[in-house]
């Protein structure tokens, strides 16, 4: 018979975030090298992955996604019918999984099964996040200290995706085991150095001219780092800057010339564009170790992030281009200073690609990041006979 998991998350994997990527990659690898049978939750504000195996059930919840729409932040908010809904879904499953503690669904997700006996095991992906109303910062740093320490102090099993934020939490958690670092992996087999470039006319004429191709991927929201992109985008014209993914900020809005904004690329159509850039450039803070700096290691592209990215992954660091996030127009003006100094000095961002694309072949796999989860799911005790059943 196969073990059953029910697995909570704030968006599918439509909705291109990396929390619901990695969310997706782990249930489809579950179900097909370890047997498990995956029901997972969430809203139904995107449509749903139609990449998935039969043996994951994706149960779309109602929910109110205004919180993102009006403020870019994403927390949507269940019904009282999808309460009810997961209420009735968690006393049949051998494990809870939630990716993040925080978020609406997850929370009560947690109280479900702990009212059930369920075991639960929650992976935390992001820390702090330094928002730049105070109200967000205040609110989120509470949400932390309270609802987050109850949820990962409880859980049968967290697992952190950084040390950093692993560090971060464990000043004020009291965990009921050891935390686990598991860092996630990559699909090297859509993420490698050996494939095709974009096939864009302005990538060409920009590679024929000497200018050089920078590349952000991501949600085009404020943690992000938009407001910096936009000033490196205005302080370095002459390089072109390519953007893609969407999101509440549009930076087409920005009428920058050399700004181009690309949509809708996801897997192989953006490994083309990792492949085709000289550097990703991403000035984002409060993610842990974002996805995407993986993806694009993984293709041979060297990267730019800030000081608190490098730190979720310390081992890599050396190949990575590191410098400090500020305030947005200091931080602009200091990143645009180091990227114009690495033509000035002559340093060859072509000649990082080799060790950065081989570090992430030997350090990210997703067969043993998928067989480490099936450990741990394992190793979690049986449901205890405690269950109260909706009647």
């Given at each position: 018979m196969r073990q059953r998991l029910v697995l909570v998350t704030h968006y599918f994997s439509t909705h291109r975030g990396g929390v619901e990527k990695v969310a997706a990659e782990l249930a489809h690898r579950l179900t097909e090298a370890n047997?498990?049978?995956?029901?997972?939750?969430?809203?139904?504000?995107?449509p749903l992955p139609l990449d998935l195996p039969a043996a994951v059930n994706l149960l779309p919840m109602s929910a109110w996604n205004v919180t993102e729409r009006r403020l870019g932040v994403p927390w949507p908010i269940w019904s009282f019918g999808a309460l009810r809904r997961l209420w009735r879904e968690i006393p049949h499953a051998n494990v809870v999984h939630l990716h993040e503690a925080?978020?609406?669904?997850?929370?009560?997700?947690a109280l479900f099964a702990w009212l059930h006996g369920i075991p639960i095991i929650v992976t935390q992906h992001v820390g702090t996040i330094p928002y730049r109303s105070r109200l967000l910062r205040f609110i989120h740093a509470l949400a932390n200290r309270t609802?987050?320490?109850?949820?990962?102090?409880t859980a049968q099993q967290v697992v952190f995706i950084s040390p950093a934020v692993c560090e971060e939490f464990s000043r004020f958690c009291n965990y009921r085991s050891p935390p686990s670092y598991i860092p996630n992996g990559v699909d090297t087999a859509v993420f490698s150095p050996h494939g095709p470039v974009a096939d864009d006319p302005e990538i060409v004429a920009t590679r024929k001219s000497g200018r050089r191709v920078f590349l952000f991927v991501g949600r085009f929201v404020e943690k992000k780092g938009?407001?910096?992109?936009?000033?490196?985008?205005?302080?370095l014209p002459d390089d072109l800057w390519l953007l893609a993914g969407h999101g509440p900020i549009d930076p087409a809005l920005w009428k920058l010339p050399n700004v181009r904004v690309v949509r809708g690329q996801s897997g192989a159509g953006l490994a083309d564009y990792f492949r085709a850039a000289d550097l990703l450039v991403l000035p984002s803070v409060g993610e842990g170790f974002p996805l995407v700096v993986q993806e694009a290691m993984a293709c041979g592209t060297p990267v730019m992030v800030g000081t608190e990215t490098a730190a979720g992954c310390p081992d890599a660091r050396s190949l990575m281009i590191v410098e400090g996030i500020g305030p947005d127009d200091a931080s602009a003006t200091r990143w645009a200073r180091r990227l114009a100094?690495?033509?000035?000095?002559?340093?060859?961002l072509a000649g990082l690609r080799p060790a950065v694309a081989r570090f992430a072949r030997e350090n990210w796999s997703w067969t043993r990041t998928s067989a480490r989860y099936a450990e741990l799911l394992a190793s979690l005790p049986v449901p205890s006979a405690r269950k109260n059943r909706w009647p």
């Open positions: 047997g498990w049978e995956v029901k997972w939750l969430a809203s139904d504000s995107d925080l978020y609406f669904g997850n929370a009560f997700a609802l987050g320490q109850l949820l990962l102090s938009l407001r910096t992109l936009h000033g490196l985008a205005s302080l100094g690495l033509r000035a000095d002559g340093e060859d």
